[in-house]
């Protein structure tokens, strides 16, 4: 819902300081619990902070792990290569205003990487973010994590469907209001996927999805 929408809402309520209140204080009782949570999580532990609730992922399907591997590995041979940025898997929990997020594959172009430090534990948010779906995943992937990406500024974010072989690419863009709104492109398994973050990038869809399109997308990136 839009801001205006929601102010509007608020004032129709017959005491909207007293909603405003109350905001106010589950905001900062979210706060306390997102200070537990970063104290509680471990490495060994894939899990996220997402509207005041821990979510612990369990193990993910072959179709997902096998996705994530292959478009971590081109994205990071692609970035080492010509020195763009940085790659990470999984453990990397990015920070937004309001949830911490584990995403399955985030790049950081070199002019926010070159502040990466051995000890950091919170990475801002990435220039290109990756999520592939899972059953369990996918309101999140499409829901919250979609709007807090779009309001961190997220320039690149790409939905994987292992299950269809798809890929939505959503491109930032700024609408008729100066605001934040994605634009989204949709790829077929025969099609190739040019990034707009990672100048120069073009890959085949088929290789997030299959051994051999792979290895000939990853020799032709080296």
Not at 79 to 104: H, I, W, Y
Not at 159 to 170: A, G, S
């Amino acid at each position: 819902m839009k801001t205006r929408a929601l102010v509007a809402q608020l004032l129709d309520h017959h005491d909207p300081r007293a909603v405003y209140a109350e905001v106010e204080r589950t905001l900062e009782r979210e706060q306390r619990e997102r200070a537990k949570f970063r104290q509680w999580l471990k490495p060994d532990v894939k899990a996220e902070f997402i509207l005041g609730d821990i979510v612990v992922h369990s193990p993910a399907l072959e179709g997902h792990n096998g996705a994530v591997l292959r478009i971590s590995t081109l994205l990071a041979t692609y970035c080492a290569f010509r020195s763009m940025g940085e790659v990470r898997v999984e453990k990397a929990l990015v920070a937004t205003q309001r949830n911490d997020f584990e995403p399955d594959v985030s790049v950081w172009l070199q002019e926010r990487a070159k502040d990466f430090t051995p000890d950091m534990k919170y990475y801002p948010a990435p220039d290109l973010v990756v999520e592939v779906l899972s059953k369990s995943t996918e309101d999140r992937d499409r829901g919250i994590k979609y709007q807090d990406y779009l309001a961190a500024g997220v320039s690149e974010y790409w939905i994987v469907d292992h299950r269809t072989e798809r890929v939505e690419q959503y491109l930032l863009d700024t609408g008729y209001d100066g605001a934040n709104v994605y634009r989204k492109t949709e790829h077929e398994l025969e099609d190739r996927l040019t990034a707009r973050v990672l100048e120069g990038l073009c890959v085949p869809v088929a290789s997030f999805f299959y051994p051999a399109p792979f290895a000939e997308a990853l020799r032709q990136l080296g």
